[in-house]
């Protein structure tokens, strides 16, 4: 039996399946009936052979019709019992309502006294009469089962829009009202939206304000720009106002809005009968026809302003008139005047006048008068030498503009034609040479310059050859020969001969020299009556020339050779004496002149025989009595150092110069030791290298030739030597040499002295050099500082703190190390001595009870402090 049931269900569910697979089949049949839009409201055609069928958006199907109307959701009944089925509006669906006095699913429960209780939150009231639902706000009926639409009765105003709610309403206003209902009128004036004092214009959902003057805006809140629009003219600068603007007018303008020029001319500013144009804040003065000129016609002209000289005359000014200067060829007051032809010689520099008149000069007019340049050149023509050019050949060509040398040679022009300095080729090691640098020089390839002589090549007729260029201290066709001389004090060097030049020629004396000494004698040339004397004195090169009885000229250089470097001095002697010292280290006055006293005498310095060099001999000339005049002539102490490049006229003194009869003191080359590499000053003292020795500048407390010992000592003065003459006598003391000065004798004091005789001595402590508290000592031509404990230094400049505390730790530690060996010494000592009288001495009971009871080796009393120490 269960079988049979399970048999007939599946028949049942493949019966189902089949027909459904059928409906599906007619539905997706190709039939006219579906190819319409039949179908509303998104339903979709099932096409079934003849018939169509719509199967709508929601579930329900509706038969032969087209969706077009809706299916009554109740039609199925699906409200049970006593319950009434009701649609809900507007939606697919039904709602059950029972019968009053009924409630629950079915309706078949009996209701309370309200029936079947109040709907919708309403409350029951039954005391007192009859039992009524109070139905909250929206609702109605006897159970609140009504809706109600308060938007019915239209409580919104003013175009609000009412929206119902289940208790109630609301109104949605449109702007500018406002309240329950929207029938209350929004003012938008009330937030005084409007700025700068405007006036607010309330208006339905908006408001407007009225902008007082000068401002703008939704709420006048810009300021308006009167300046926008530029009102202000010819440059002026307009000012922004509230409401208003102002103009700034630029000089000469006026007006409000500086539309108004000003006239300048109105104060007739031009002078001298100038006319005055007025112009844009300014004026302008024309001095035309009055013989003035300036801004304001106030300078009178020149008298050469007009140009009135002719033929290009060079005019020239004076105070009141002008004077022309005429060209060759021209005469007249204004060189208005032609003169005949070549007769007054117009040609310059060699050139040749060719007269146009002549026969020659018409046939050469045309060939020549293009190359004159000068139009009214009617009568000569100038044919100029090579080189020149111009009316009457007074221009040079300039040959270089075409580069003529070549390999990078420089083109200097003359008036001659042109030179080219040829360089020299350092990569290929090459000397070009020729007239345009274009040959290759071979005169240093195998005659090299000696001791770093500079080779120069040249070639003379196809012949190449080479000059040297020596450095300081050597001479000679390739540099091999010395020309340094060392001088070791007490020495000289005798030159016997000398050259006569002509009186106007002059001569030259010069010289290298190194040397510390303050003072030395450097030259000395002529005799007693006649000599120039070349010195060095308080470490200035001076020049001393006497000439007979005439004043004795002295010049001097104020810069400081003492110094142990080489120095070039030079000694010129021509219509005036000119000594100049010739270092690049020289600043300020670096040559002295003075009128020449040979000059009135007819002789010549050069003319002067026998020179010395470094000194001056002390005794008898091995030659004869020729210089027993010289001996007795002061001058400074010989010289210790050496001499360099002597060149007397056009003679070079060299080592070969150099002989045993006519020196002494005197070796070729410069040999100085270098006596402080030792460091022979002590206790931080200064070593001076004095060529032939040293000296130590001490340090206090410290003194001695080593820093060791010594005191300081006053400096001597120096001797006076006697100025005069039949005018003026005077004594030159301290040293200061007798000077003719602008005709009259003057002290020309040394270093370190002043005054009219050179006898007052210069205070350099004047300026408080010593520093730290150092007392400063005045001594010639310096100064001496006596520095303050701890300090030292040439100025006191140097803080030795830190090394005197140094010392101190230095000096405590050396004297506790001797007292701790002196103690141990003396304790060794006492332990001897104690051992020695143990052995050999006697012991006396009487002597050890003499002051008072017997007292026992166990009850001794300690030594006393001093004793124990001991």
């Known amino acids: 039996m269960a079988l049979q049931t399970v048999n007939h269900r599946l028949l049942l569910c493949l019966s189902l399946s089949l027909l459904i697979s059928i409906k599906s089949s007619f539905c997706n049949k ?75 699913a079915g309706c078949d429960t009996a209701a309370g006294p309200c029936g079947p209780s109040c709907l919708h939150g309403g409350v029951c009231h039954q005391d007192p009469g009859p039992p009524v639902c109070v139905c909250p706000a929206g609702y109605a009926g006897r159970f609140c089962e009504l809706d109600l639409d308060e938007c019915a009765s239209s409580p919104c105003l003013h175009g609000a829009v009412c929206q119902d709610r289940g208790d109630g309403y609301s109104c949605f206003c449109v702007p500018g009202y406002q309240g329950r209902h929207c029938d209350v009128e929004v003012d938008e004036c009330v937030s005084e939206p409007c700025r700068n004092a405007a006036t ?31 009102p202000c003219l010819n440059g002026a600068t307009c000012r922004d106002a509230v409401g208003a603007y102002f103009c700034d007018c630029a000089p000469g303008f006026l007006g409000d809005h500086c539309e108004l020029n000003t006239d300048e001319c109105a104060s007739a500013p031009c002078l001298h009968g100038g006319l005055c144009m007025d112009g844009a804040n300014r004026y302008s003065c024309t001095c035309a026809g009055s013989g003035f000129t300036g801004t304001r016609c106030e300078t009178l002209l020149p008298p050469c302003w007009s140009e009135p000289c002719h033929n290009n005359a060079i005019c020239e000014d004076s105070a009141d008139r002008y004077t022309c200067r005429c060209r060759p060829g021209y005469t007249g007051a204004q060189c208005e005047t032609d003169l005949d032809g070549c007769g007054s010689g117009p040609c310059q520099a060699g050139g040749r006048c060719v007269e146009l008149s002549s026969e020659t000069g018409r046939e050469r007019l045309a060939r020549l008068l293009s190359a004159s340049r000068r139009p009214e050149a009617s009568r000569y023509v100038c044919i100029c030498p090579p080189g020149l050019t111009g009316v009457h050949c007074e221009e040079d060509v300039d040959e270089c503009s075409s580069s003529p040398c070549r390999n990078g040679g420089t083109c200097e022009n003359s008036p001659e034609g042109y030179t080219c300095h040829c360089p020299f080729d350092p990569h290929s090691g090459v000397f070009f040479g020729g007239r345009d640098c274009s040959d290759i020089l071979l005169g240093c390839a195998d005659h090299p310059c000696l001791n770093n002589g500079t080779c120069v090549p040249h070639v003379h007729d196809g012949q190449h050859g080479f000059d040297c260029l020596c450095p300081p201290g050597y001479t000679g066709s390739r540099c091999g020969t010395v020309t340094t001389l060392s001088f070791l004090g007490s020495g000289f060097l005798w030159v016997s001969s000398g050259s006569a030049l002509a009186q106007d020629s002059g001569c030259t004396v010069a010289l290298r020299f190194q040397t510390v000494q303050p003072a030395a004698l450097l030259l000395f040339r002529g005799d007693r009556d006649a000599f120039v004397m070349l010195e060095v004195l308080a470490g200035f090169v001076h020049l001393t020339v006497q000439v007979s009885d005439q004043p004795k000229v002295v010049l001097l250089i104020p810069h400081d050779t003492s110094d142990g470097g080489w120095h070039a001095v030079e000694a010129t002697f021509a219509e005036a004496v000119t000594l100049a010292l010739r270092d690049d280290s020289c600043m300020g006055t670096c040559v002295a002149r003075a009128p020449s006293p040979f000059e009135s005498d007819g002789s010549s310095a050069c003319a002067l025989q026998n020179s010395f060099l470094g000194g001056l001999p002390e005794g008898r000339a091995h030659s004869g009595d020729a210089l027993l005049n010289v001996y007795r002539i002061p001058s400074a102490p010989s010289l210790v150092g050496c001499l360099q490049d002597v060149h007397l006229d056009s003679n070079a003194i060299t080592a070969e110069n150099v002989s045993s009869d006519q020196s002494l003191n005197v070796k070729a080359g410069c040999a100085r030791k270098d006596w402080c590499e030792s460091q022979p000053c002590r206790n931080r003292g200064r070593c001076l290298n004095l060529w032939l020795g040293h000296r130590c500048e001490c340090y206090r407390p410290y003194r001695g030739r080593s820093c060791h010992g010594g005191r300081f000592c006053r400096y001597l003065r120096l001797p006076s030597t006697v100025c005069g003459n039949e005018k003026a006598n005077l004594t030159c003391y301290n040293g200061g040499n007798c000077t003719a000065f602008q005709g009259e004798m003057k002290c020309a004091c040394g270093p370190g002295f002043t005054g009219e005789r ?19 000592h005045d001594l010639l031509n310096g100064f001496r500082c006596v520095c303050a404990l701890a300090f030292a230094g040439p100025r006191c400049e140097l803080d030795l703190a830190d090394d005197l505390l140094s010392d101190v730790f230095t000096a405590i530690g050396s004297v506790t190390l001797a007292l701790l060996l002196i103690l141990f010494l003396a304790v060794v000592a006492s332990v001897l001595a104690s051992n020695k009288r143990a052995t050999q001495g006697s012991y006396s009971p009487s002597r050890q009870e003499k002051d008072g009871s017997r007292v026992e080796m166990w009850s001794v009393m300690d030594a006393p402090a001093a004793e124990r120490l001991i």
């Open 758 to 776: 050179c006898d007052k001595d210069i205070d350099e402590c004047a300026s408080d050099p010593c520093l730290h508290g150092g007392r400063c």
């Open 30 to 104: 190709n039939d006219t009936k579906c190819l319409s839009d039949s179908c509303q409201k998104n339903s979709t055609c099932k096409d079934f052979s003849k018939d169509k069928s719509c199967r709508c958006s929601d579930t329900a199907v509706h038969g032969d019709k087209d969706c077009g109307e809706e299916e009554d959701p109740c039609l199925s009944s699906p409200c049970p019992g006593h319950a009434t089925c009701a649609r809900v509006p507007g939606e697919r669906r039904s709602r059950c309502r029972c019968p009053p006095g009924h409630s629950g």
């Open 200 to 230: 607010c214009l309330n208006e339905i959902g908006r408001y407007t304000c009225l902008c007082p003057r000068g401002f703008s805006g939704v709420n006048c809140e810009l300021e308006v720009d009167e300046c926008w629009s530029q």
